[in-house]
């Protein structure tokens, strides 16, 4: 593939998406409008869930331990912590 200026988010999307929480992030990003508004309406919500996939992004892509990904989903706030628990396997951590 020829270098673009696209390039490095492609690299890094794919480190996260193939990183040591590939299948949290999977699951977290394919949670639909209505299961975060069910967790908690509000008009943050979608801003913390972007967020929140950011921060699992990252620790996927660094292969961060379990214990400095549930640190910073708690230092998120309540609201990440609801959605982040909508997935089992964060959900087990939290």
């Known amino acids: 593939m ?4 696209f390039t490095d988010l492609f690299a890094e999307a794919e480190a996260a ?6 299948d949290e992030l999977n699951l977290l990003s394919g949670l639909s409008k209505e299961e975060i508004d069910a967790v908690c309406p509000g ?3 979608l801003k913390t869930y972007s967020v929140l996939i950011k921060v699992v992004e990252q620790a996927s892509k660094e292969n961060w331990a379990q214990g400095k990904l549930v640190e910073s989903i708690k ?3 309540d609201i990440a912590v609801k959605i982040a628990s909508k997935i089992p396997q964060l959900g087990n951590l939290l």
């Open 2 to 5: 020829s270098e673009n200026r």
């Open 17 to 22: 998406f193939n990183g040591k929480y590939k």
């Open 43 to 45: 008009t943050t919500d």
């Open 75 to 77: 230092e998120l706030g």
